[in-house]
């Protein structure tokens, strides 16, 4: 049985969300397979959550996943603009998605975390600019049996 220990991690720079599936064909059989700048930043993440484990063994139950997304703050604003948005009066409404970077984070996490993201029963998330972009993850295994 896995320790009931949150695990925390920053995946660092600019959030990534996942991006759709590519289409190709390879001998005349069609394929669908991830973009590269996916697959980069799942590995991204994979990285950043096998160094918070500390080989620890994966989660197995349910989970609660909070998930912090930090945006830079654009080099052109004003300082006026930088303020109110580090204050948190100026939201990020662009993108990436929310729910794209959950799923490239989520993804990330498969096999290294927790056995599978089936496994989330519970989500806080929430998207802000500060002064260093990047995305703060906290798992936290629940009581209760898997079903």
Do not use: C
């Not at 139950?61 to 009066?89: H, T």
């Not at 989520?106 to 972009?133: A, L």
């Amino acid at each position: 049985m896995s320790e009931l220990k949150p695990v925390s991690f920053m995946v660092p720079g600019k959030a990534i969300g996942k991006g759709r599936m590519r289409l190709s064909t390879m001998h005349g059989f069609a394929r669908m397979h991830p973009t590269d700048q996916t697959i980069n930043y799942e590995s991204l993440v994979a990285m950043s959550a096998q160094q918070a484990m500390q080989g620890r063994e994966l989660i197995a139950g349910p989970v609660l996943v909070e998930m912090k997304i930090v945006v830079g703050v654009a080099a052109s604003w004003s300082k006026k603009k930088r303020a109110e948005a580090l204050a948190g009066d100026v939201l990020p409404t662009k993108k990436p998605d929310i729910d794209n970077v959950e799923k490239a984070i989520f993804d990330g996490m498969n096999g290294v975390v927790w056995i599978d993201d089936v496994q989330v029963v519970n989500v806080s998330k929430s998207k802000r600019y500060g002064e260093t972009p990047g995305v703060l993850v906290r798992v936290v295994p629940l009581e209760g049996k898997p079903s």
